[in-house]
């Protein structure tokens, strides 16, 4: 079992950044692959990022790529999720969630979701 908590969602101008962070606990973190995901009002949990376990490796959907950076610690047992150059329609709630299979962009190969923390970007 891993638990996994969301923080650094807000409020932001377009243009403007926020760090998201997801800490583990539970059974080791570096055994996991790590993904982010968000998901708008009315909208499919969509795929953000993702990492390997040893972060040798990361992939990013097409939309943020060059603007949101994945990283993870896994001495603190954390992922980052580093957004800039937000946009409005980069408004939704934002996942972190666990996994063994790689940096997968599908939602089923992840065992293990947060809560979500919410990212609004005005215009």
């Known amino acids: 079992q891993v638990q996994l908590v969301e923080s650094g969602g807000g409020l932001v101008q377009a243009g403007g950044s926020l760090r998201l962070s997801c800490a583990a606990s539970?059974?080791?973190?570096?055994?996991?692959?790590m993904g982010w995901f968000r998901q708008a009002p009315g909208k499919e949990r969509e795929f953000v990022a993702a990492?390997?376990?040893?972060?040798?490796?990361?992939d990013y959907t097409d939309s943020v790529k060059g603007r949101f950076t994945i990283s993870r610690d896994n001495a603190k047992n954390t992922v980052y999720l580093q957004l800039n150059s937000l946009k409005p329609e980069d408004t939704a709630a934002y996942y972190c969630?666990?996994?063994?299979?790689?940096?997968?962009?599908?939602?089923?190969?992840?065992?293990?979701w947060g809560q979500g923390t919410q990212v609004t970007v005005s215009s």
């Open positions: 969630a666990a996994g063994t299979y790689g940096s997968s962009r599908s939602r089923w190969s992840y065992n293990y």
């Open positions: 539970g059974r080791a973190f570096s055994a996991y692959d």
């Open positions: 990492i390997t376990r040893t972060g040798t490796h990361t």
